[in-house]
C-alpha cells in the first residue's frame, strides 16, 4: 500500500519559474523529488508562492492560478498578506492551521518538510507532531549551525521521527538523536546519449554555468574567472535569471560571454549538450556552505561532460570518481583545473563520459535516489 505523504514546501510549475519570483533552485529540486515520489505514495504538497513584499508586489497574494503548481499531485496553496514581517506572522499561523486541517480530513502517514529552520516550518512540525503525524524535515540550506551549537537543528529534531540532509558534513555531524539519511539531489534521467561525439572543427571552448550566482553561490569568485580566462579562444555562457541580471551590469559589453538568462528546459539542455567543461562554484570559505549543496551538479552530469568546481565539504566524497575538483581554494586553482580539463584529447574526453555515465545511472536519478529514502521512511515507521 502507498503511503500518504504531506509534503510542505515550495511546489513551483516551469510556469511559475519563468513568470514568478521563485527560487528556480528550490523550483527544480522539488519538482524531481515530489514527481519520484508521486510515483511511490500519495502526495499532498501544502505550499505558497514566492511573491515581493508590497509596495512592490501585490498587498496580498492568492495563489489560486493553477499554472503556478505541476500537474501529478494534489496541491493546497496558502495565500498571505505580502508585509513586511506581518507575512512572517502570517505563514507561522496560517500553515499549522492548513496542516492541521489536512491530517484530520485523512490518514497522513508522514509529513515530509523542506527545509527546518524557518519559525513557521517550526511550528507546523510542532502542530503534526502533537497530533501524532511523524515529522521528517529535509536539510537544504541554513545559515552555519556551528555558529549556535546547531540549535535550529536540534529544535526541529525535537519534532522530527527522522532528518534527511543534502550536505554530507551536516549528514556526518548533525548531533540529534533520531535516524538521519543522506540524499542530495537528482535528475530526471540521463542527457548525454550512447556516446560523446566525435571532436568538432577548432571553435571556442565553451564553458557553461546555469542556475544562481550571489554572495554564498560564488558570485565574486567567478567574476575572477572571467577576468582570468575570457578571450577569443573561450567563451562563457550563463543561465540564469538573477545571475544575468547582475552580470549584464559587469560583463554587458564582453564579446567573450554569453547570457541568455533564463531558458526553458529544452534550450538549456542544448546549451549543456553543447559545453566543452560545466562550471560549478561556491566560495569554499563561505561558512554558510558548509550546508549548501549545489542542486545543478547532478543535471550537469547527466550530459556526461567534464564538470570543474571549487572543493565542498557538503558534497558526498562520492563525486571525486566524476568531478574535477581544484586543487586549491583560490580562483587561480580554479582556472587551472579549468585550463588542465580544456587541453585534455579526445581519449581522455571518451573516457571520462562513459565514467560520469555509469554513475549517474547507478546513483542519481530522482526515482533511484527517492525511491532509497522511501524505504528508508517506511523502515522509520514500521511499514
Sequence with gaps: MPMNILYIGPNDSEWAQKNRPVSLAAAKWSRGFLTALSKMANVTALTHTYEVSWPKGSVLWRGYDKRLYPDGWNCVAVSYPVIKYFRDWWYAWRYPVEARRIARAGKIDAAIFYNCHLPYLVRTMKALHGMGVP????????????????????????????????????HANCPVDVPKYH?????????????????????????????????????????????????????????????????????????????PGFVDEEKMNRICRNADVLLNVRDPLHPDNILNYPSKLPHYLSFGRPVVSTRLESLSPDYAEVVEFAEGDSVDDYVAKVREVLSWDQGRREAKFKAIREWFLARKQWDVLVGGMYRWLKNCLGK
Design 135 to 170: 515529522c521528517f524535515p529535509i536539510i537544504l540550506d541554513g545559515d552555519d549551525p556551528r555558529k549556535d551549537d546547531w540549535e535550529w537543528v536540534k529544535r526541529a529534531g525535537r519534532y522530527s521521527r527522522g532528518i534527511v540532509s543534502l550536505s554530507w558534513w551536516v
Design 183 to 259: 540524499m542530495d539531489g537528482g535528475a530526471d534521467g540521463w542527457c548525454g546519449g550512447d556516446a560523446l561525439e566525435k571532436s568538432r572543427p577548432p571553435r571556442p571552448s565553451i564553458l557553461v554555468h546555469t542556475g544562481a550566482l550571489d554572495q554564498w553561490r560564488g558570485l565574486d569568485f567567478m567574476i575572477e574567472v572571467v577576468r582570468k580566462m575570457a578571450s577569443p579562444d573561450v567563451r562563457f555562457v550563463f543561465c540564469g535569471k538573477t545571475s544575468c541580471r547582475i552580470l549584464q551590469k559587469i560583463f554587458g559589453d564582453n564579446p567573450f560571454v554569453d547570457l
